[in-house]
């Protein structure tokens, strides 16, 4: 059974960083498609980035673009986020996932295996 667990969120004030880990356990990240998404109270699930499998290839929604930075380490199982330049909009529950399947990587029907969140608090 592949598992998914988040950590690395917390509270901290604008302008400052936080790396989000998500450690994959159950069968290997090198065969699927990485991606983070986040949840804002009262409002959607949203696509904040993807890491392609079997490629270099990375996507961010554009308010994230040049502020965080998503990879992945295929030896420890575990994928990263690194958010910098932090803004009081990015407070957001987020969630990493999982898809064995080949699609468009913002769109969270893709993604068949997500972890439990991990929240994220921007104080202005």
């Known amino acids: 059974q592949v598992q998914l667990v988040e950590s690395g969120g917390g509270l901290v004030q604008a302008g400052n960083r936080l790396r989000l880990s998500c450690a994959v356990s159950?069968?290997?990240?090198?065969?699927?498609?990485m991606g983070w998404f986040r949840q804002a109270p009262g409002k959607e699930r949203e696509f904040v980035a993807s890491?392609?499998?079997?490629?270099?290839?990375?996507y961010y929604t554009d308010s994230v673009k040049d502020r965080f930075t998503i990879s992945r380490d295929n030896v420890k199982n575990t994928v990263y986020l690194q958010m910098d330049s932090l803004k009081p909009e990015d407070t957001a529950v987020y969630y990493c996932?999982?898809?064995?399947?080949?699609?468009?990587?913002?769109?969270?029907?893709?993604?068949?295996?997500w972890g439990q969140g991990t929240r994220v608090t921007v104080s202005s």
């Open positions: 159950g069968r290997t990240i090198s065969t699927y498609t």
């Open positions: 996932a999982a898809s064995g399947r080949g699609g468009t990587p913002d769109q969270p029907l893709l993604y068949d295996y």
């Open positions: 890491s392609i499998w079997r490629s270099t290839e990375t």
